[in-house]
């Protein structure tokens, strides 16, 4: 059994990235634009050749290269499509990317995807779902899978657990890595009145490879996650304040509705660097140790071992075979 813990502690920190989108291809194949990294949308490329694939290949020659999806619908009761698990890991085999990540939620059920990223419940029972789903999914990738946090609009009654505390035992049960999604962390701590920085304090440094920041439309009473547009104010200051206790991580601005040009759009990224000082404003550092961010009840340990059974393994082998 594969220790993904180890895996995810090695993955680099890849500095200031971007979403490679299509309208911007030839800007950045003529100019070479100074960008650390791009994150692609795994499924954009996963049924395409042709040219998308082509310019994709290209700037994976002079960039490093993540791969996110969105249609892996871990959390539903649905069984797990490994006929988009073997797409999916076909592609990252040729493209070689620094991680592969989805989101904790699910996208459908009884063979419909609603292409929505919906809210998972935070009960027990869902927790032991999805960590056995997900350790199936890391063993048939051969590699661990970076879960994000989604923006949400409602909750569950019976929910248990708090959805931090949820991602937290999640990461225990399957060494997968979290990719923090700061504006969505704001987006449903307004939605459902929770508090941002709990949540944030809650999260283990170590377990977080990437994060993620984006405009969102305020409504009044609620805030809606489109992706449309400069990222508000309040969403940079939680990105400072979760910068200083996560430290150095990999940071990608997601921009996915009335896409700027892209000079445009990387000056939106460039506005980070102002908000990632780790030293406070009587010039303390502020940069915590891994001791210090740490929850008391947390123990690396416990990232060990991968409760997944043989059984199950046993199972999912069957129908990767079935399916080839
Ligand atoms: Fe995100």
Redesign the pocket.
Known sequence: MSNYFSDVACLPDLGLGLGLRSQHFNHIIEHEPDVDWFEIISENFMDSGGRPKYMLERIAEQYPIVMHGVSMSIGSSNPLDFSYLKKLKKLANEIKPAWVSDHLCWTGVLGMNTHDLLPVPFTEESLKHISDRLNLVQEYLERPLII?NPSSYLTFAHSTLQEWEFLVELVKNTGCGL?L?V??VYVSAFNHGFDSKRYIDYIPAESVVQM?I?GHQHCGNHIIDTHDREVDQNVWDLFSYAWKKMGDKSLLL?WDGNIPPFEEYHAELKKAEQYMSTFNNNGEELLVSLDKTVDSSYNSIDFMSNKVSKEVLFEADKKEKSWN
């Open positions: 994000e990719l999604d504006n969505n993620h984006a997601e």
